[in-house]
């Protein structure tokens, strides 16, 4: 299967209206795999789709972006504009069967961001600079860095958070999967959509919720900053690693309309969450 075919093509929601917004949802679904958040006890797993009436499937899916975005608020956004239930049942079912095949076709820990790029047309990726690295490569960046669990990790031009999603399996490979909790993720991104898309696939990651953070501007032209309790008031962030390739189109024709503009704010619930200790810091 080529991945160059367009993604709502493949899963079958090119009829529909947002149908990328509809691809990548089931997508998303699709990889969360075998716990679905909000369906009923006889659909807790993706396999359990095989078995819901076709009449039925859209309500249910519907449901589980809801559960989603209930258990994962960073998910707000990302199922705009998506209602399974205005989908027929057949291309539904179809669906299913084909979305296989699509996550077989690209790399699983940045599935969604790859396919997200077959959304957009070329002319928008080029116009924005939009280039995705390969995993691979964001890999071998992130693996020269070292991440350390107490880094924070900064991508000033994200996209689809794969150099981020890099820094977070690098960073349990070195240090355990408990330590890299440690590890502070953060973002920035011109594309409100591409955004939602970086943090759906942190989400997929398995990232804690507080432990990262994807902004929507221009880190280039805004000043990334969070609260300091002790002075009571916004100071500049530094942080301690940069992964990034940079955007070559939009983002220097853009600059000017962010200069003199709102700082990026990091939250609280990132700057202040509880980090656990490792086991053998804990004895």
Known sequence: MSRRLHLTTLLGFSGERHSAEHALAFLFLRLLGTSLPGTS??????DGLADVPGD????????TCRGCEKLWPALTGFFDGVEFTRCSASSLQRS????????ASYPSATCLAEAYQTTRSLTTAQWQGAFFT??????????VQEPSPTDWVLDPACGGGVMLVAALDVARELHGTTAALALTLIGVELDPRTAAIARASLVLAGAH???????CGNAL??????FDRRRGRLQPLQCTLSLANPPFGRAASVGAR?????????PDRVLYRLIPRRREESR
């Open 258 to 266: 962010f200069e003199g503009g709102k700082p990026l704010v990091v």
């Open 56 to 63: 039925c499937l859209g309500s249910v899916l519907d449901e």
């Open 96 to 103: 299913v069967e084909r979305v296989e095949r699509v996550v």
């Open 221 to 226: 032209a805004q000043p990334l900053v969070g």
């Open 41 to 46: 006890s006889s659909s807790t797993a993706w």
């Open 134 to 143: 390969p995993y691979s490569l964001a890999r071998v960046l992130a693996q």
């Open 209 to 215: 919720p507080d432990q990262f953070w994807i902004g």
